[in-house]
């Protein structure tokens, strides 16, 4: 909403080295072979910063989040797009702000967007989308599978692999499992 050389005079104070029409953009030239590393993005519904040891919480609540955040890496400006996680799981995948009316992975006409799975894509990794709930549950399966994501959700676990779920999905440790076996599978 602020007129636009405001928020670009806004923006080149906030990016370091940023300067001119667009202080964002950056050319990275890397002298040596791409490294193929693994990609992992988790979104975890009801999550906030302050039970991690990285910011700050000493009750050692996250163990395993707090190992990924030292020896991974960790984006630590991050901000709500919204109130729901459909906004969140819109902000990762398309990397744009918040939208006005509904969320994008729910509204029609969304295949075939430019998403960070459509950029590994292109660099030879399979994006997968892997969800501890129904898939059609704010129309995840169609959005994500419709912008080139292999969709995987509670469905693919078997009853007996399931040991807590509810209407919103199976507990965390049944979602790792089918997360940690996906990606054994395609390994």
Known sequence: TLPRE???????????????????????????????????MISVESFSAEFMTAFG???????RLDKLAEQGLLF??????????VRGLEALSLSVPPTPGHSIV?????AGLLTVGEVFKAQGYEPLYLY??????????????GNG???????????????????WGVADEELFTLSLRSVDQRH
């Open 149 to 167: 994501y292999t969709v995987i959700d509670r469905t693919a676990l078997a009853k007996s692999e399931i040991h807590f779920e509810n209407i």
């Open 106 to 110: 729910k509204r029609p006409n969304n």
């Open 76 to 85: 630590t400006r991050l901000y709500a797009t919204g109130t729901r996680t």
């Open 57 to 63: 919480n000493r009750q050692g609540l996250t163990p």
């Open 132 to 145: 501890g709930g129904y898939g059609y549950f704010d129309n995840m399966n169609a959005f994500y599978s």
């Open 6 to 40: 405001q928020a670009l005079r806004i923006l080149a104070r906030e990016v370091p080295g940023g300067a001119g029409e667009r202080p964002f953009d950056r050319q990275i030239n890397n002298p040596g072979p791409a490294k193929r590393l693994n990609v992992v």
